[in-house]
T-cell receptor, first 114, second 111 residues
Framework: DAGITQSPRHKVTETGTPVTLRCHQTENHRYMYWYRQDPGHGLRLIHY???????DKGEVSDGYSVSRSKTEDFLLTLESATSSQTSVYFC?????????????FGDGTRLSIL | SQQGEEDPQALSIQEGENATMNCSYK?????LQWYRQNSGRGLVHLILIRSNEREKHSGRLRVTLDTSKKSSSLLITASRAADTASYYCARPQGGSEKLVFGKGTKLTVNP
């Protein structure tokens, strides 16, 4: 398995609170991604990073911000969580401009916002 | 939507039978990728097939790609209970760093 660790694995919080999810990799990949997975929608890209301090938006970026201060860590922040952000969040590494490379996924963070 | 579409949405078979899942897409692609997701786990990459390839094998998995029909299929032969999972196709969005995933096929293999 690719060395990807997501933390926490589970979190329950209240509407309006800030939440930060962490993705840590040991593979030194340049590209890292955050997805959310919801029933009926499959996997949707939130934000991705193509290097330290280099990030870009995905399909569903509203309400989320990201930061990457080190190659190995990619943080996803919900500044003020809403119930619609209840989801399972996956981090991935790999891929990139050589799009003939697959992505490798962490085991996800299950986030519930009450 | 730019998502690929898997078909069927759900498939239930007996151990030993073959399982076929299909994926259709709308735009030209550099490659098409298949992933498996076991319950409660992340996605695991299975096979990547490039646009100039027609068929690719990996163990009991066979993937075909028909770019003229904009479709791909994943065949699992001699299925096992351990193959029970959701299977997703994905393609790079316009040759970019982003992958677009379909909504998946949920496969149940009954012992």
């Amino acid at each position: 398995d690719a060395g990807i660790t997501q933390s926490p694995r589970h979190k329950v919080t209240e509407t309006g609170t800030p939440v930060t999810l962490r993705c840590h990799q040991t593979e030194n990949h340049r590209y890292m991604y955050w997805y959310r997975q919801d029933p009926g929608h499959g996997l949707r890209l939130i934000h991705y990073s193509y290097g330290v301090k280099d990030t870009d938006k995905g399909e569903v970026s509203d309400g989320y911000s990201v930061s990457r201060s080190k190659t190995e860590d990619f943080l996803l922040t919900l500044e003020s969580a809403t119930s619609s952000q209840t989801s399972v969040y996956f981090c991935a590494i790999g891929g990139g401009t050589d799009s003939n490379q697959p992505q490798h996924f962490g085991d996800g963070t299950r986030l519930s916002i009450l | 939507s730019q998502q690929g579409e898997e078909d069927p949405q759900a498939l239930s078979i007996q151990e030993g039978e073959n399982a076929t899942m299909n994926c259709s897409y709308k735009t030209s692609i550099n490659n098409l990728q298949w992933y498996r997701q076991n319950s409660g786990r992340g996605l695991v990459h299975l096979i990547l097939i490039r646009s100039n390839e027609r068929e690719k094998h990996s163990g009991r998995l066979r993937v075909t790609l028909d770019t003229s029909k904009k479709s791909s299929s994943l065949l699992i032969t001699a299925s096992r209970a351990a193959d029970t999972a959701s299977y997703y196709c994905a393609r790079p969005q316009g040759g970019s760093e982003k992958l677009v995933f379909g909504k998946g096929t949920k496969l149940t293999v009954n012992p």
